[in-house]
């Protein structure tokens, strides 16, 4: 009965991290979500037992909150439940070794550090999915977590589990009748974590508003932004509909120009005909684009495109991302790709750097299952990728824009090398409309909030369809378009450049949870040889 009832204890725990997360109203139940866990941890005593049931956890907290996935990809989903849910175990059997062998308190410490160093390597590593940080958790509430300008999203996931940890002391303690001192002085800490970043918080708001209330008062410039609404699936990259669609895009962005309009945004992959890169000018599909711009010589146009670079025939100086093709005899590399746009022709282009494993990439050690993925809808290989960020200036050098491409949306650090190289405005390109109407776009608008409060930028979001919108550096949203409704919506928008504590300095609280893991791991293997060789010495 006992191990059953730890499996049922350990599952409610994934419940209630579902019921804390985006687009849930019920956050606050993030500061206890982990309970069932540590009470789980803190009564099984074999580590394969534990594992199984914390495997469990995991992968029933990643299906209830991105089962969405499905709909752009099965094979990326499977990879994204079951291999994302064993990845996230590996914190926590470290937790339970250390708590093993050095008792409760550094246990619970270590918890921390590791989990933290987790999610620093998940943000970072070929097989990346961090839809799931912990600090993404208050996306919805950006009033609770404006000091994100000096820790990203790793304070948030800091203050997630040194709650819980709290908290469990006080639930043990109540279980087990010993409310002393020690209990309330507990309880009182944990309420001060509670409350504590949530005020300073509303502290910054006030200061922060003031910024963006005297930035408004001078700006005169404006940027468009387009949600042309085009099914990915059944329309969009049909070669029949191409130029339908750039026809719809230009004319739902002159029907907002005006002489203030210095940026129009389109989403990704907007013009979806597949272009070799030395060709755009020339393509035939892009003929219309060039006339638009004739027409307004005051405005850059960002777009997402669908383009192509040949290599020639010398594998040795083909990137390693790089296909062969007998048809033309050469490698390529195919990019989901930001285009920059002015009326005199110049071309400037960002390639999406951070891709989705299972959808645009497979992890090189995973390339034999390149044929399954593609038989499911997936890749054969890889997209190439930049290896920098772009920033990409208007005419005027006023805005300053940052091409961010879907999925790239969601790394705090990431983002910030592009505030460091320049720019003074973040614009969002994605095709959400893969996930179909489901929670999945939805979260992903709302991630981006976070990254207007790290950064301190306006976001210009332009969406395919749901939810194109603007975003000032406070996380408040404007003029939100909603799911299936081809729009476009213009705003005036300051181009004040500053630099945050965060975007200075990087993830810094994370690199150091990571030097201190290593420290960690080298001396749980040095506790643990020194035990094995010390009872040799007995039995001998």
């Given at each position: 009965?006992?191990?059953?009832?730890?499996?049922?204890?350990?599952l409610?725990g994934?419940?209630?991290?579902?019921?804390?997360?985006?687009?849930?109203?019920?956050?606050?139940?993030?500061?206890?979500?982990?309970?069932?866990?540590?009470?789980?941890?803190?009564?099984?005593?074999?580590?394969?037992r534990?594992?199984?049931?914390?495997?469990?956890?995991?992968?029933?907290?990643?299906?209830?909150?991105?089962?969405?996935?499905?709909?752009?990809?099965?094979?990326?989903?499977?990879g994204?439940?079951?291999?994302?849910?064993?990845?996230?175990?590996?914190?926590?059997?470290?937790?339970?070794?250390?708590?093993?062998?050095?008792?409760?308190?550094?246990?619970?410490?270590?918890?921390?550090?590791?989990?933290?160093?987790?999610?620093?390597?998940?943000?970072?590593w070929?097989?990346?999915?961090?839809?799931?940080?912990?600090?993404?958790?208050?996306?919805?509430?950006?009033?609770?977590?404006?000091?994100?300008?000096?820790?990203?999203?790793?304070?948030?996931?800091?203050?997630?589990?040194?709650?819980?940890?709290?908290?469990?002391?006080?639930?043990?303690?109540?279980?087990?009748?010993?409310?002393?001192?020690?209990?309330?002085?507990?309880?009182?800490?944990?309420i001060?974590l509670?409350?504590?970043?949530?005020?300073s918080?509303?502290?910054?708001?006030?200061r922060?508003?003031?910024?963006?209330?005297?930035?408004?008062?001078?700006?005169?410039?404006?940027?468009?932004v387009?949600?042309?609404?085009?099914?990915?699936?059944?329309?969009?990259?049909?070669?029949?509909n191409?130029?339908?669609?750039?026809?719809?895009?230009?004319?739902?962005?002159?029907?907002?120009i005006?002489?203030?309009?210095?940026?129009?945004?389109?989403?990704?992959t907007?013009?979806?005909?597949?272009?070799?890169?030395?060709?755009?000018?020339?393509?035939?599909?892009?003929?219309?684009i060039?006339?638009?711009?004739d027409?307004?010589?005051?405005?850059?146009?960002?777009?997402?495109?669908?383009?192509?670079?040949?290599?020639?025939?010398?594998?040795?100086?083909?990137?390693?991302?790089?296909?062969?093709?007998?048809?033309?005899?050469?490698?390529?590399?195919?990019?989901?790709?930001?285009?920059?746009?002015?009326?005199?022709?110049?071309?400037?282009?960002?390639?999406?750097?951070?891709?989705?494993?299972?959808?645009?990439?497979?992890?090189?050690?995973?390339?034999?299952?390149?044929?399954?993925?593609?038989?499911?809808?997936?890749?054969?290989?890889?997209?190439?990728r930049?290896?920098?960020?772009?920033?990409?200036?208007?005419?005027?050098?006023?805005?300053?824009?940052?091409?961010?491409?879907?999925?790239?949306?969601?790394?705090?650090?990431?983002?910030?090398?592009?505030?460091?190289?320049?720019?003074?405005?973040?614009t969002?390109?994605?095709?959400?409309?893969?996930?179909?109407?489901?929670?999945?776009?939805?979260?992903?608008?709302?991630?981006?909030?976070?990254?207007?409060?790290?950064?301190?930028?306006?976001?210009?979001?332009?969406?395919?369809?749901?939810?194109?919108?603007?975003?000032?550096?406070?996380?408040?949203?404007?003029?939100?378009?909603?799911?299936?409704?081809?729009?476009?919506?213009?705003?005036?928008?300051?181009?004040?450049?500053?630099?945050?504590?965060?975007?200075?300095?990087?993830?810094?609280?994370?690199?150091?949870?990571?030097?201190?893991?290593?420290?960690?791991?080298?001396?749980?293997?040095?506790?643990?040889?020194?035990?094995?060789?010390?009872?040799?010495?007995?039995?001998?």
């Open positions: 009965m006992k191990p059953f009832t730890h499996l049922l204890i350990g409610s994934s419940l209630l991290l579902w019921a804390a997360w985006p687009m849930s109203p019920l956050t606050i139940l993030i500061f206890i979500a982990w309970l069932p866990l540590l009470w789980v941890e803190d009564g099984v005593r074999n580590w394969k534990f594992l199984a049931i914390t495997y469990l956890h995991m992968l029933i907290w990643n299906i209830l909150v991105t089962w969405w996935v499905w709909n752009a990809s099965i094979p990326g989903a499977l994204a439940f079951f291999a994302n849910s064993l990845i996230m175990c590996v914190p926590w059997l470290l937790f339970f070794f250390t708590k093993k062998q050095f008792g409760r308190w550094i246990g619970y410490g270590s918890l921390v550090i590791y989990w933290i160093s987790f999610e620093y390597l998940h943000h970072n070929e097989l990346s999915w961090p839809w799931l940080t912990l600090g993404n958790v208050f996306a919805l509430h950006p009033e609770w977590v404006q000091w994100y300008e000096y820790s990203g999203t790793t304070g948030g996931s800091l203050w997630v589990l040194l709650s819980n940890i709290i908290a469990y002391s006080l639930f043990t303690s109540y279980r087990n009748h010993r409310r002393d001192r020690k209990y309330y002085i507990t309880m009182i800490t944990w001060i509670l409350l504590a970043p949530i005020i918080s509303r502290i910054i708001a006030s922060e508003r003031k910024n963006v209330e005297a930035a408004l008062a001078t700006a005169d410039k404006n940027v468009i387009v949600q042309p609404n085009v099914d990915p699936y059944e329309e969009k990259f049909l070669a029949g191409i130029t339908p669609q750039i026809e719809k895009l230009i004319v739902l962005s002159e029907g907002l005006d002489d203030d309009t210095r940026l129009v945004v389109w989403p990704e907007a013009i979806p005909a597949q272009v070799w890169e030395d060709q755009i000018k020339d393509n035939i599909y892009y003929q219309p060039w006339s638009f711009l027409r307004h010589p005051q405005i850059s146009l960002l777009t997402g495109i669908d383009s192509y670079k040949n290599y020639g025939n010398d594998k040795n100086t083909a990137p390693a991302s790089a296909r062969f093709e007998e048809s033309i005899g050469a490698y390529y590399d195919a990019f989901n790709t930001a285009a920059f746009i002015d009326a005199d022709t110049v071309i400037q282009l960002y390639h999406k750097a951070k891709l989705v494993p299972g959808v645009e990439t497979l992890p090189s050690f995973l390339g034999f299952m390149g044929k399954w993925f593609e038989g499911f809808g997936g890749i054969s290989g890889t997209l190439g930049d290896s920098e960020r772009k920033v990409f200036s208007t005419w005027d050098n006023y805005y300053k824009a940052a091409p961010v491409i879907c999925y790239e949306s969601i790394y705090s650090e990431y983002i910030t090398d592009y505030v460091r190289k320049g720019a003074n405005i973040l969002i390109l994605t095709n959400d409309g893969w996930w179909g109407n489901t929670p999945g776009y939805k979260q992903h608008m709302n991630y981006g909030r976070l990254r207007a409060i790290e950064s301190r930028n306006w976001i210009a979001r332009s969406a395919n369809t749901g939810i194109s919108c603007f975003m000032d550096p406070m996380g408040n949203v404007y003029d939100a378009q909603p799911w299936n409704v081809a729009s476009a919506i213009k705003r005036t928008i300051p181009a004040g450049q500053r630099q945050t504590f965060f975007v200075r300095n990087g993830d810094m609280l994370s690199k150091a949870m990571s030097i201190i893991t290593i420290f960690l791991i080298v001396l749980n293997l040095f506790t643990w040889i020194r035990k094995i060789l010390n009872s040799r010495r007995v039995k001998a």
